[in-house]
């Protein structure tokens, strides 16, 4: 029993050396794994070789240092290696400073890789000021090699008639590489086009001219160089539709005979107002003057009173004064009789 007891504690106490063994083999392998990881991080030799079977030469400590320079080796070294395939010849330099500017380097070189197959002659310095300028410098040279077509809102215009005419056209650019950075965009073109087509249509003498011939707007247009100081080059401009609308002249003659109307019934309006104050102050003077009668008929009995005590006046001669008033008013009340008379049956006047 006591030898097997023995023997059992040695066996124990080498899987226990073994155990440990192990343990540490297995935390020198992750430490290995994790160093080489970390060098060739640091050294991408595998890029290295790449760039140097696809004839880019990179010294290896450039791309040590690209990594330190916060530059990832990858997009410059494959970048370098699509344009060295394509036939052109970029500094690393320039690609990194490009870089770390915030340009899209990726987006350069393509483009420059398109235009040098068109024939277009775009270098570095031009691309990488358009696309740090916010364009897209590689949707710009396919737009040149592909012109693009930009349809126009409905423009209303008025021909000398008053017809009023809406019109939409078909403007084909391409872009201008050479005035892309500081040029004016798609809006200003629009803009344009639409005050070529309002002038066209409004020196027209008639819209039936403008139906008749719709090209003649776009001759116009063309010949005002409406493209001056934009990003595109106007190629054609293509009349898609004219529809008729509203007779606009005889709209605004219309509403030219309402105003008309209405200034002529205020001034008369005005009169009026002015004509009932005349009246009204002809009432007040004539009130006024009936006052001063009635003032002046209280006097009479006054005087005549006055004429009795004095003795200038006799009984017969008030009774003369009587029947000359009586004889008075009674006269003027058939006068009015006979005005009343004619005036209610007017077709027995002779």
């Known amino acids: 029993m006591q030898k097997n007891y023995i023997m059992f504690n040695s066996i124990l106490l080498q899987a226990q050396e073994v155990n440990v063994n192990i343990g540490l083999i297995v935390a020198i392998a992750f430490g290995g794994i994790f160093c080489l990881w970390l060098i060739f991080y640091f050294i991408p030799v595998g890029l290295w070789f790449n760039a140097f079977v696809s004839g880019v030469r990179v010294p290896l400590i450039q791309l040590i240092l690209m990594r330190w320079r916060k530059v990832p080796p990858e997009i410059i070294v494959r970048n370098l290696i699509a344009a060295r395939k394509a036939g052109l010849d970029l500094n690393r330099n320039e690609m990194e400073a490009h870089y770390l500017a915030g340009g899209r380097l990726n987006s350069v070189v393509n483009s420059l890789i398109s235009a040098d197959k068109a024939n277009m002659g775009l270098d570095f310095r031009t691309a990488t000021a358009i696309d740090l300028a916010g364009r897209d410098v590689f949707e710009a040279v396919q737009m040149s090699v592909n012109p693009k077509v930009i349809s126009t809102p409905p423009v209303s215009a008025v021909a000398k008639d008053g017809i009023q005419l809406i019109a939409k056209a078909r403007v084909t650019v391409r872009t201008n590489i050479k005035q892309l950075v500081g040029g004016a965009g798609e809006e200003t073109v629009l803009a344009r086009v639409g005050e070529g ?24 247009v063309l010949q ?127």
């Not at 249509?201 to 116009?220: T, Y």
């Open 197 to 220: 087509i309002v002038s066209s249509i409004g020196s027209a003498e008639s819209h039936k001219q403008v139906l008749e011939n719709p090209d003649s707007i776009s001759k116009v």
């Open 224 to 350: 005002k160089g409406l493209d001056s100081g934009t990003a595109f080059e106007i190629l054609s401009i293509d009349i898609a539709d004219i529809d008729v609308g509203k007779n606009i002249g005889a709209q605004l003659q219309m509403d030219q005979a309402e105003a008309d109307k209405r200034i002529a019934q205020a001034k008369a309006e005005e009169r009026r107002a002015m004509a009932v104050a005349l009246e009204q102050e002809m009432q007040a003077k004539a009130q006024e003057a009936r006052a001063k009668v009635i003032e002046a008929e209280a006097e009479v009995p006054k005087a005549m009173a006055e004429a009795f005590r004095n003795g200038n006046l006799g009984i017969m001669d008030y009774y003369k004064f009587q029947n000359i008033q009586a004889d008075t008013q009674m006269r003027q009340g058939i006068v009015k009789t006979t005005d009343k008379n004619r005036d209610d049956n007017p077709h027995k006047q002779k």
